[in-house]
């Protein structure tokens, strides 16, 4: 017997604080998805002066609670 693959859905949740980044991946946890590899803070903005936060979520298409 193969194996057979699965499709992911990918999305990337971001955030200008770390709270607000905890809200938007429980959304998505609530929703299904996973968290996958690790948080993520980069400067972001015009002029580079904000920290942005990412947590990258994964789940297999289709699938939802």
């Given at each position: ?20 980044l ?11 998805w ?9 400067p ?5 002066n ?6 990258a ?9």
């Open positions: 017997g193969g194996r057979r693959k699965m499709a992911l859905e990918y999305k990337i949740p971001t955030a200008l604080d770390p709270r607000a905890d809200k938007a991946v429980n959304r998505y946890l609530q929703d299904g996973s968290p996958t590899g690790g948080v993520c803070v980069s972001v903005g015009s002029n580079k904000l920290e942005g936060f990412m947590q979520v994964v789940r297999v298409k289709g699938e939802s609670r």
